[in-house]
């Protein structure tokens, strides 16, 4: 769209244009956000995901400032006892990896990093010698799932700071900026944020946006503030099938509501709200339906639930999780024997 009127001015659109001398009614021409399947507003992203990233740096630059490498004296719910001065380490290490702006995010290799030699004639190869075979043999060793990174969580470590500077590296070299004489959390975050509609339309949004995001998840987990999830998804009927929308719940005010068809529950209703959503969680039998516990299915057919485990157990009866049963494998047994 090349329109310059006002009521098109930064790539707004709303309906037919009526200022004089304007373009009149036109098709609109714009793609779908990257992200989701709404329409995009700004470059590559609708108007919700461009808030939601214009929220994560904010938050990212609050969460920066509240990381506290200090670690906690307190004791561990179920441990019983507090460890030992001497087994704990100076700091807490995540932390410091995170404020460092040296730390570098740790990815797998796709390739081995060395050529592997040819296999041994004899014998294993030594773990600590000297021996030329044994030595090539370490070194080209292919990396696998053992690797010191893999077991430390190294892909879980980056740089706050170093993250932040790297997308405002982008932004100033292609945009042709001044570099700053320092470098700083707060700078480059506002840097972002001045030049986000411009993120917005560049091809690498999608790859910003999941870096700030995951970025921002591990501040808030350092920092235990993590954001509340949703307890499940509705299960009410809606216009295209089951409505499907968060349900949040606060256990205090004994409240619930859903997300996206605006449902509630409160009181007694909470009791079955749980129950439908429980039942949504648990693996499903033959026929679709929930499966069930050895307790839920000794209730339904007045019998006890020692009972109904020797049954299951004698007849090979599929279980899940080593507790729920298939309902209808046990239906079938007894028409069988009928």
């Known amino acids: 769209m090349s329109c310059n009127c006002a009521c098109h001015a930064n790539g707004a659109f ?42 994560t740096l904010r938050d990212i630059e609050d969460e920066a400032t509240h990381l506290d490498p200090v670690p906690s004296l307190a004791v561990h719910p179920g441990s019983g006892k507090g460890s030992l001065a001497s087994e704990r380490a100076p700091a807490r290490l995540d932390v410091l990896a995170f404020l460092d702006p040296q730390t570098r995010q740790w990815t797998r290799d796709t390739q081995p990093r060395y050529m592997p030699p040819a296999p041994k004639a004899y014998g294993p190869w030594c773990l600590f010698c000297e021996h030329e075979t044994c030595t090539a043999w370490r070194a080209g060793r292919p990396r696998d799932l053992h690797d010191d990174e893999a077991d430390a969580g190294s892909d879980r470590l980056m740089s706050t700071l170093g993250v932040l500077h790297g ?13 700053p ?31 700030l995001r995951q970025l921002r998840a591990s501040l808030k987990a350092l920092n235990g503030t993590e954001d509340d999830k949703p307890v499940g998804r509705c299960y009410l009927p809606a216009a295209d ?3 499907g929308g968060p349900i949040w719940l606060d256990t205090a005010a004994g409240h619930a509501h859903c997300g996206r068809c605006r449902a509630t529950w409160d009181g007694e209703r909470i009791a079955a709200l749980k129950w439908e959503l429980d039942m949504a969680k648990r693996p499903k039998g033959e026929d679709g339906n929930p499966m069930l516990t050895a307790q839920e299915i000794a209730t339904r057919r007045g019998l006890s639930v020692n009972a109904v485990r020797l049954t ?23 028409d069988v024997a009928s």
């Open 181 to 211: 004489d320092q470098v700083t959390v707060t700078g480059e975050r506002d840097l972002l944020s001045r030049h986000l509609d411009w993120c917005a339309a560049q091809p690498f949004i999608d790859e910003m946006y999941a870096e």
């Open 312 to 334: 299951l157990s004698r007849n090979g009866a599929r279980v899940v999780d080593g507790r729920y049963y298939d309902p209808a494998w046990m239906k079938r047994r007894a």
């Open 14 to 55: 709303p309906p037919p244009c009526d200022t004089p001398g304007g373009c009149g009614p036109h098709e609109d021409t714009r793609t779908g956000c990257v992200l989701c399947t709404n329409r995009a507003d700004v470059g590559y992203l609708c108007i919700g995901h461009l808030e939601r990233l214009a929220a």
């Open 167 to 179: 997308w405002a590296r982008v932004v100033r070299e292609d945009r042709e900026l001044a570099q």
């Open 241 to 243: 099938g089951v409505c």
